[in-house]
């Protein structure tokens, strides 16, 4: 899905074009989850990607691939901006509780079918799908899917370990089987 | 110090690829993907994973967000809209094979060019050389179908002129047309003339010999004969050079009557 090496040069230069062009919809399915404002999701969009171009030296690749590393920019960008306009509510309507800014309006706010989760997803068992559906799709932090589910922190965490192994399994059965292509690419190098 | 199987049991690794730790967390994990190629191996499983869920997620975002961005970053980096970034570091490589494949498309056409004004050059030679072989070849069908005519005409009487006991073994072939009041002088065969002297053509014009002019006998082709009215027989003596007002009757090679 990625190829970072086309995309970092070798002086670790970013062309941002090409970027956009792979990644930005895989990114804005993300943010449009946790900003539901069509205009807003935009605006975090166009700051993620000119973080992105910014921070290009803080980008290692022996911490995270690439699309991780655009990913948690994405997410916090998402995030601050959900928080900042939470704010701005916050001191417009007098009646609304400190409670039910940040975390707490979220979780009141959200409904979870409202946007459709696709593909794999779907396969694993719910009580995994909906926590990594919160975490990874929705923004949500651990402790905000903890109280939202209302589970303890360490089933949500342990969940959220099982989740991901599961997807893990059915994704290296899906019949595009790496093994074939490496095999070809074996086959290949003796020719 | 935790041992890398409690890493992976921990399910820190992947609160770690979803963002879910603090910085101190982070700071005290990721020295371990240095020490443990394994765990290495296993965050990038993590991430690939992580990963395709995004992409089967992925929404197409609003049209009009990408030139915002292009126009924010070229207006950040401070050089004008249509250069940076969009023609930055891979552009210029862009540049260059464009200007390589140029050069490589000049110095190709160039080569061409040479070759080809050449090959040009040398047809164009051939051709002329051709066209002045063709023109000869035409002349030459021309005299010759033109001969042919004549010879063919049947008012064209062909006459057939013997060696004289100086020269039994000489013949000429002469067509005779008194209508068309031409003649041609068709084959003949004489031993060629000693130095300092040439063969001269008589006719007998009622009982005197007519200069006809002297035989001047070349390779592949025969000397032209005037017409004669009136002339009884046609003979060829050996004259000196230059020819002679009077014929050499002893030095007769070949004689014969024309009517």
């Not at chain 1, 290009?56 to 960008?77: G, P, V």
């Not at chain 1, 360490?154 to 595009?176: F, H, N």
Request: aromatic share 8%.
């Amino acid at each position: 899905m990625s190829n970072e090496t086309s995309i970092l040069s070798s002086n670790s230069s970013f062309d941002i074009e090409k970027l956009y062009d792979d990644y930005s919809h895989a990114l804005y399915g993300v943010i449009s989850r946790i900003i539901q404002d069509e205009q807003l999701a935009a605006e975090v969009l166009q700051d993620t990607f000119v973080k992105i171009w910014k921070y290009q030296d803080r980008y290692h690749s022996k911490k995270s691939t690439l699309f991780t590393w655009m990913m948690h920019i994405a997410k916090n960008t998402a995030i601050n901006a959900y928080h900042s306009k939470a704010n701005r509510q916050k001191h417009n309507t007098s009646d609304i509780s400190e409670a039910t800014i940040c975390a707490g309006l979220r979780v009141a706010s959200i409904n979870t079918d409202a946007l459709d989760i696709k593909s794999s997803l779907s396969k694993i068992d719910d009580k995994y799908r909906e926590i990594i559906e919160l975490i990874y799709l929705r923004g949500y932090t651990h402790k905000d899917a903890a109280q939202f589910l209302k589970l303890p922190i360490g089933t949500v965490k342990s969940r959220i370990k099982i989740g991901i192994r599961e997807l893990r399994s059915i994704y290296i059965s899906k019949p595009v089987a790496t093994g074939t292509i490496i095999s070809f690419m074996f086959f290949l190098n003796f020719l | 110090m935790m041992s890398k199987e409690d890493i992976l049991e921990s399910g820190l690794i992947e609160q770690y690829v979803l963002g879910l730790m603090s910085t101190e967390e982070i700071a005290q994990l990721e020295p371990y993907f240095e020490q443990y190629p394994e765990l290495v191996e296993y965050r990038l499983a993590i991430e690939q994973t992580m990963e395709k869920i995004a992409f089967d997620n992925a929404i197409d975002p609003p049209p009009s967000v990408k030139s915002k961005i292009m126009d924010e970053i070229n207006s950040l980096s401070g050089i004008s809209a249509d250069t940076k970034v969009r023609s930055s570091k891979p552009n210029s490589k862009w540049l260059i094979s464009i200007l390589s494949i140029g050069a490589l498309a000049a110095i190709t056409f160039g080569y061409l060019y040479f070759d080809l004004l050449s090959n040009y050059h040398n047809l164009n030679s051939d051709y002329t050389t051709l066209k002045a072989s063709c023109e000869e070849s035409n002349k030459v069908i021309q005299r010759q179908a033109a001969s042919m005519a004549f010879i063919n005409d049947p008012n064209t009487q062909a006459v057939i002129l013997s060696g004289t006991a100086l020269s039994p073994n000489s013949s000429m072939l002469v067509h005779w047309n008194k209508e068309e009041r031409q003649a041609s002088l068709n084959f003949i065969n004489l031993p060629p003339a000693p130095e300092g002297k040439t063969y001269q053509l008589w006719a007998d014009v009622e009982g005197e010999m007519v200069d006809m002019g002297v035989l001047e006998i070349k390779d592949n082709e025969l000397p032209k004969i005037p017409y004669m009215a009136n002339a009884t027989s046609l003979n060829v003596t050996l004259e000196q050079a230059g020819g002679a007002d009077h014929p050499d009757v002893s030095q007769l090679y070949i004689n014969g009557s024309i009517i």
